[in-house]
């Protein structure tokens, strides 16, 4: 039972563009999410995080959007670049718990 | 911030052998946890372990596969015990800042 999906392996986009990753869950007690890159041979990176009680959580060139209705997030990377081309992971959690359920990742590929 | 080194990078073992991997952090932490990552799936918590007392693992991971110890607050050590291939794995350990913080891993080939 996959609690977190990334339904898209991999993503390609042009330099300069957006690129948008998605993540979909089903447990609906999940209260708290975050995004993490990965690059080969590393462990995953926090990015960005966002609570329940928000829908919109900006960090520089990263904005992650939370829709608890649809049970949807999404990360937006705004101008994208190269040096974004890595694995990118959502996760959730249930508050306080710190356990945190990963989905399968996205490989994002910025073409310069 | 916290950063966090473990040893080995990686490592081939041969099948029913038994790696220990370690896993340092450079200030106090409460909680540590161990994760594993097979190929093509994503991270899956194994065990969280807590200075001076037991891990608590999750389902499906059992204590004597997966031995964990937390001598002091910036370390801890898991072992994979008796190994097939089937763990071949990348083994992370993290720490506790709202999970936030992943050590480089372990990549295990087991043959």
């Known amino acids: 039972d996959q609690q977190v999906k990334q339904n898209s392996p991999s993503l390609s986009v042009q330099e300069g563009r957006i690129s948008i990753l998605n993540c979909d869950y089903t447990?609906?007690?999940?209260?708290?999410f975050l995004w993490y890159k990965k690059y080969p041979a590393e462990g995953p990176t926090f990015l960005i995080s966002i609570s329940s009680i928000k829908d919109k959580n900006e960090d520089g060139r990263f904005t992650v959007f939370l829709n608890k209705s649809a049970k949807h997030l999404s990360l937006h990377i705004v101008p994208s670049q190269p040096g974004d081309s890595a694995v990118y992971f959502c996760a959730a959690s249930v508050g306080g718990t710190y356990k945190y359920i990963f989905g399968t990742g996205t490989r994002l590929k910025v073409l310069a | 911030s916290a950063v966090i080194s473990q040893k080995p990078s990686r490592d081939i073992c041969q099948r029913g052998t038994s790696l220990t991997i370690q896993c340092q952090v450079d200030s106090q932490v409460t909680m540590m946890f161990w994760y594993r990552q097979q190929p093509g799936q994503s991270l899956t918590l194994i065990a969280t372990?807590?200075?001076?007392?037991?891990?608590?693992?999750e389902s499906g991971f059992v204590i004597d596969k997966f031995p964990i110890s937390r001598p002091n607050l910036t370390f801890s050590t898991l072992t994979v015990s008796n190994m097939s291939p089937e763990d071949s794995s990348i083994y992370l350990c993290?720490?506790?800042?709202?999970?936030?913080?992943f050590g480089p891993g372990t990549r295990l080939t087991v043959l």
């Open positions: 372990a807590n200075q001076g007392s037991e891990a608590t693992y």
């Open positions: 447990n609906s007690m999940f209260d708290y």
């Open positions: 993290s720490v506790d800042v709202r999970g936030e913080f």
